[in-house]
Nanobody
Framework: VQLQASGGGLVQPGGSLRLSCATSGPTFGSGTVTWFRQAGGKEREFVAGIRWSGGNTGTSYLESVKGRFTTSRTSTKNTVSLQMNSLNTEDTADHYC????????????????????WGQGTLVTVSS
């Protein structure tokens, strides 16, 4: 499985960006795809994740992005997006998508070690 993250860029505070994580390889009936971010000098942190098994889908978000960010899967199931609205300077970071064929539980989804596959980073810069 390969992941390709894209969509980063420079945006003013209050603006929006949409990140995409394109997956190639086997399509799994269950799984989890999550966005992490890492700002300069800081530890990598969980941002948002989507998990599914059969017809059931669930999402989880970092508290500070709730109501601003939305993650979703495309109908073809091979791309996971992260719509980011009302961006602020604290959202500036390299953003990475990660995936596993397991549907992770709530206590696992924020743990970077739970993922088997990672994409390269896409830089989001929020600045006036």
């Amino acid at each position: 499985v390969q992941l390709q993250a894209s969509g980063g860029g420079l945006v003013q505070p209050g603006g929006s960006l949409r990140l995409s994580c394109a997956t190639s390889g086997p399509t799994f009936g269950s799984g989890t795809v999550t966005w992490f971010r890492q700002a300069g000098g800081k530890e990598r942190e969980f941002v948002a994740g989507i998990r599914w098994s059969g017809g059931n889908t669930g999402t989880s978000y970092l508290e500070s992005v709730k109501g601003r960010f939305t993650t979703s899967r495309t109908s073809t199931k091979n791309t996971v997006s992260l719509q980011m609205n009302s961006l602020n300077t604290e959202d500036t970071a390299d953003h990475y998508c990660a995936a596993t064929p397991r549907r992770l539980i709530t206590s696992e989804i924020r743990n970077a070690h739970a993922y088997d596959y990672w994409g390269q980073g896409t830089l989001v810069t929020v600045s006036s």
